[in-house]
């Protein structure tokens, strides 16, 4: 067999291979943008989120949760209240604490020790965090709870070291 031909039965055997992977992709879930009804399942990539699609995977995941008069999500908890802001592209879960003034070596040291958040002071100087989730070029629903699981354990720890 001249080795022209084998050359292409190779890269036939190679194509061929990487189908069933391409093909498995024709059938996943859809994706969910805003304005769509879509079911949400763990494995429906989403890259924007309805305030509704929040809404559902906050109740699926049983958390306590309502809305302010500017359509955010009002959030319990452990009982901190907590805001969700849907964006375009991403979701942002932010706390303020009025009552505590932690010092900024202690608000530095969360930044430089911890991931995925962001403390800071407000302008009036009270303490805030943070946690961003980007939307753009999709991600899971799965992904989407599991930030809704970092967000709790982030504002209990930090709620535990700026009130100690």
């Known amino acids: 067999m001249p080795a022209r031909i084998r050359r292409l039965l190779s890269i036939l055997a190679v194509i061929a ?4 992977l391409s093909a498995g992709a024709a059938h996943a879930e859809p ?10 399942g763990d494995t429906t990539v989403v890259s924007k989120l309805s ?3 929040l809404q559902s995977v906050l109740r699926s995941e049983g958390y306590t949760f309502s809305l302010t008069e500017r359509k955010n999500v009002l959030w319990k908890i452990d ?3 907590v805001l969700l802001y849907v964006g375009k592209t991403s979701v942002s879960c932010w706390v303020s604490y009025s009552d505590l003034k932690p010092s900024l070596e202690k608000i530095n040291a969360w930044n430089r020790e911890m991931r995925f958040s ?13 946690l ?5 070029g999709g991600v899971t629903v799965a ?5 809704l699981k970092t ?3 982030s504002i209990a720890r930090w709620t535990e070291k700026i009130a100690h």
């Open 17 to 20: 291979a990487l189908t069933p």
């Open 31 to 40: 994706s969910g943008t805003i304005g769509e009804s879509v079911p949400l």
């Open 51 to 53: 305030l509704e699609q």
């Open 79 to 81: 009982g901190v209240s």
């Open 118 to 130: 962001t403390a800071f002071l407000d302008a009036d100087g009270d303490p805030c965090l943070e």
């Open 132 to 136: 961003d989730l980007d939307l753009e």
């Open 143 to 147: 992904r989407v709870k599991d930030y």
């Open 151 to 153: 967000c709790r354990q």
